[in-house]
């Protein structure tokens, strides 16, 4: 139903004109990629039909490992065909099963990863400043069959790590981030990726960073590095050995070489979005009812996504009012992350699935708008975003 009503609003969108104001018809989505020069792609594609080398731990694949592990900050890093592949590797060389604590406000993947390993996911409610998992409601979700946690950092701000890994430490529980969001994201000049057991990365078009698709799993030791890697191809150790029920999870050498390319410019795009979220948030202040997240202390920033959050009775009008008028001003918004994924069909049964269970994240999820961030967004589309949001 929602589905359909999107279609139609988008069908009314084209019809609507205004010549006084040509630019007005300038459709800007939430995201939109960052691409490396392609004269500079040509040479890897020669490089790459002249080796005949495709995939399996080519040169390209080899070489983006080292340089992304000096880039993050980490020690060990195993690329994926994409960041879901590596969420559910990441489960399976860790052999979690049973039941897993995780957060219901993210993209539908984190608990999907969970239920491809058969785990039965529990939903616990998010912290009402950082929206992220709330370490004091984990104790209360914990049962027997309880083997892991897995938090999301939600926008890339990160999570209570140490009070995670504490009550992971007490009740001997497995630590995974899904870390989709934080490529680059350092905590008191730490890669956030080096907490917790394992953390998985994607490089999806729309993140950060992106090889198309793509993904990782930064792991902390060789052996655990080792492990994820024959996970990746089958299972395979060698020539002769399987050493688990592996999948085919690989990224292939043109992932790789985009990959290289990209590496070179995430810092200056980084720092091209942190302009639009000042723009965005010295704009929205004084705006009653729109509330938005403000960098944190002693924490590196990406910038990926700038959600705001509309209060109805403070702002005038509701959140879908107003991500229907941008939408009408060819401004396509997006409501991450709405629904909760605890709403959706495959999980909604589950007991703690309830709103009661989730109250912030259920309070959250309706009040979300992510409004266009990256690094190419023109200052003028800036303000012609602000101006929408300021009108009501
Ligand atoms: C994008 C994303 C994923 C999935 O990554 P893909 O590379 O698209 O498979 C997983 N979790 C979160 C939170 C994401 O945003």
Same mark, same amino acid.
């Given at each position: 139903m929602i589905e359909l009503a999107d279609k139609n609003m988008i069908q009314e969108n084209l019809e609507i004109k205004n010549p006084a104001n040509?630019?007005?018809?300038?459709t800007i989505y939430v995201n939109q990629p960052t691409l490396p020069e392609l004269d500079d792609f040509l040479p890897l594609l020669k490089d790459i039909w002249q080796s005949k080398k495709l995939t399996n731990f080519g040169k390209f694949h080899k070489q983006l490992e080292y340089e992304l592990a000096k880039f993050l900050g980490v020690e060990y890093i195993s690329l994926f065909s994409n960041g879901t592949l590596a969420l559910i590797a990441a489960l399976q060389v860790l052999k979690i099963k049973g039941e897993v604590i995780t957060t219901p406000y993210s993209f539908v993947a984190t608990t999907h990863a969970l239920k491809w390993n058969g785990i039965t996911p529990v939903f616990c409610d998010i912290e009402p400043? $950082?929206? *992220?998992?709330?370490?004091?409601?984990i104790e209360k979700l914990l049962t027997d069959k309880t083997t892991a946690i897995v938090p999301v950092h939600i926008y890339g701000n990160p999570c209570d790590v140490e009070s995670l890994q504490e009550i992971s430490d007490i009740y001997g529980l497995k630590l995974i981030y899904d870390a989709a969001h934080s490529f680059g994201v350092k905590l008191n000049n730490e890669s956030i990726l080096n907490f917790g057991d394992l953390s998985i990365l994607s490089f999806h078009a729309?993140?950060?960073?992106?090889?198309f698709e793509g993904g990782a799993v930064i792991s902390h030791d060789e052996k655990t590095k080792k492990r994820i890697d024959y996970l990746k191809n089958f299972?395979?150790? *060698?020539?002769? $050995?399987?050493?688990?029920?592996?999948?085919?999870a690989k990224m292939n050498e043109m992932q790789a070489a985009i990959g290289l390319l990209q590496l070179k410019d995430v810092e200056k795009n980084i720092l091209k979005r942190k302009k639009i979220a000042e723009l965005y948030r010295s704009a929205f202040k004084n705006i009653e009812g729109i509330s938005f997240l403000n960098d944190v202390e002693n924490v590196h920033h990406n910038y990926g996504y700038f959600p705001i959050f509309v209060d109805k009775r403070k702002y005038g009008i509701g959140r879908d009012e107003l991500y229907y008028k941008l939408k009408k001003n060819n401004i396509f918004a997006r409501r991450y992350f709405y629904p909760l994924i605890s709403r959706f069909q495959p999980y909604r049964g589950l007991e703690s699935a309830t709103p009661e269970n989730l109250p912030v994240a259920t309070k959250i999820a309706e009040q979300v708008i992510t409004i266009p961030i990256y690094a190419d967004l023109e200052i003028n589309d800036v303000e012609r975003i602000i101006e929408i949001i300021k009108k009501k």
């Open positions: 040509p630019d007005l018809q300038k400043k $950082t929206y *992220n998992l709330n370490p004091n409601k729309t993140k950060i960073f992106n090889t299972g395979f150790a *060698n020539e002769t $050995t399987v050493i688990a029920p592996g999948i085919n």
